[in-house]
């Protein structure tokens, strides 16, 4: 079933991959790539620092920490509210508070929020030039909607009050 799911939806990203408007969401992705990957190298050097200290500091008594695999498996928890802190606070409550507090901070609310940020800047650069190129396109089928009216000999009522309108509704009136 899941299969089935997954190549259905394949066949509607291909189907919709030739709209303009839906586009946006893969070009954001392209020119964000090399600002998104420093980012993750940068998530993924915290995460092994902070594996790290948690195994050398805490493996020798509490069990979720005695590998590097385990330790940083369970600094994801943490980072994802999975895991509980307790037993580290418990066994060194400064040392244990002052790394659980400084991973949090770190990972979840600076290098993330910056990932973020720049895939939002990317993504306003992209509506941008979505924005010039749609009043091209848009021009152009008023174009091709006027050659192909006379072309039939249909009639087509140019509106005064157009203007307050959007141009989609612009042909139906």
């Known amino acids: 079933m899941g299969f ?19 586009q946006v969401i893969g070009r954001t992705l392209g020119k964000a790539w090399d600002e998104a990957v420093g980012f993750l190298l940068v998530i ?5 620092g902070y594996a790290t200290a948690f195994n050398l500091l805490f493996g020798w008594s509490i069990s979720d920490y005695r590998t590097f695999f ?8 943490l980072l994802l509210g999975i895991s509980h802190p307790e037993e580290v606070i418990a066994l060194d409550p400064v040392l244990g508070s002052f790394l659980i507090l400084t991973g949090v901070f770190l990972m979840l609310l600076v290098i993330i929020n910056l990932f973020v940020s720049v895939i939002l ?4 650069k992209e509506r941008k030039s979505l924005k010039e190129t749609t009043l091209k396109e848009d021009g152009l089928i008023e174009t091709v909607l006027q050659k192909l ?11 005064t009050h157009s203007s307050s309108l959007p141009k989609k509704l612009e042909y139906f009136y």
Request: glycine share 6%; proline share 0%; net charge positive.
């Open 70 to 77: 385990s330790s940083a498996v369970t600094v994801i928890g």
């Open 149 to 159: 009216s006379s072309l039939l000999g249909i009639q087509r009522h140019q509106n």
């Open 121 to 124: 800047m990317a993504f306003g």
């Open 44 to 48: 993924l050097i915290l995460l092994t």
């Open 4 to 22: 089935l799911v997954l190549l259905a939806t394949i066949q509607l990203w291909n189907l919709l991959h030739h709209n303009l408007r839906l």
